[in-house]
């Protein structure tokens, strides 16, 4: 039997927020001992040890404040450690990435009001076709504002039309990052509890093709940023996006440049489960199919 790392995003109830799709807390403590019957749960450093059983490594993507509340919560009354990175962007600049902008106006917008909005824009021809890279949206206008935002429109188009929608349902941004993502406090508790920090982004760009010109951009500010808030250089990389469509590009031209900077490992979006000898670059099961692939 093969190791596995399995990818994590929100960990929370629902609560109103419909434009996300979150593991619950109770499911992700059953999906923790579920595991622990099969692997044994190791932090990062401990891959290479030798051991009897598969091991299993716990990441979470974009540091959002649910994984402080609810899933350190969790981990740290199990006992069982993991793995967070942090997106620096919202904390150094004040700036929230499309994403998060697309998910909070997505929970409390009409569909059909963003909609009309993108519609009086933009050119959306194509899109019944397009659109089904979302086709676990149910409702069609979602799978239609999820596609455009997402995926055709500029980053810069994107947030005309949201910026507006968003600064009338938060009116005060920073309130709304202290409240949205881990604060500073947060990074280093979880950080001097055990957890392994690493970085996972600056405004959340998936690879743009130029490795120098991406280390810069969205390695660099977040790196900086760690080894400020923890005193010492963060060992592991998980990029945006799995790197977005230039991903296996990416891992040929980003590697030695992470290699320089002192990093041990990056992670993937890449659905597999670890050989005995991981290399660089490890795969990621996310936590969704988890149940349905791996644990019977
Ligand atoms: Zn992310």
Excluded at 111 to 135: F, M, N, P, Q
Excluded at 158 to 163: A, Y
Excluded at 265 to 286: L, M, N, Q, Y
Aim: hydrophobic share 35%; aromatic share 12%.
């Amino acid at each position: 039997m093969n190791n596995i790392a399995v990818m994590y995003h929100y960990i929370r109830g629902q609560n109103g927020w419909s434009g996300i799709i979150p593991l619950s807390p109770q499911d992700f403590s059953h999906q923790i001992d579920t595991l622990s019957r099969t692997y044994d749960i190791i932090s990062l450093d401990q891959m290479y040890k030798p051991r009897s059983r598969p091991w299993c490594i716990l990441t979470f993507d974009d540091g959002t404040k649910d994984q402080y509340t609810n899933a350190f919560e969790i981990l740290k009354r199990k006992g069982v450690p993991a793995y967070f990175t942090v997106m620096s962007g919202p904390l150094v600049l004040g700036i929230i990435p499309v994403m998060h902008l697309v998910h909070t106006v997505l929970s409390f917008v009409t569909d059909e009001e963003i909609w009309e909005l993108i519609r009086s824009k933009h050119d959306t021809t194509g899109i019944e076709e397009a659109s089904t890279i979302y086709s676990y949206e149910l409702n069609r206008l979602r799978r239609y504002n999820k596609y455009m935002l997402n995926v055709k429109l500029t980053t810069q188009e994107s947030i005309e039309i949201l910026g507006s929608m968003f600064d009338s349902l938060f009116p005060n941004r920073s309130e709304f990052i202290d409240n949205f993502y881990l604060t500073e406090g947060e990074i280093k508790q979880m950080h001097s509890e055990g957890m392994t920090i690493g970085v996972h982004c600056h405004k959340h760009e998936p690879y743009c093709g130029d490795p120098q010109q991406f280390y810069d951009r969205e390695i660099k500010p977040c790196r900086d940023y760690l080894m400020k808030v923890l005193g010492g250089e963060p060992e592991w990389y998980t990029p945006a996006f799995g790197g977005g469509v230039n991903h296996v590009l990416m891992k040929e031209q980003l590697t030695s440049i992470l290699l320089a900077k002192g990093f041990k490992g990056a992670f993937t979006t890449t659905s597999k489960e670890v050989p005995k000898k991981p290399g660089f670059w490890i795969d990621r099961i996310d936590c969704s199919t988890l149940m349905r692939v791996n644990i019977r």
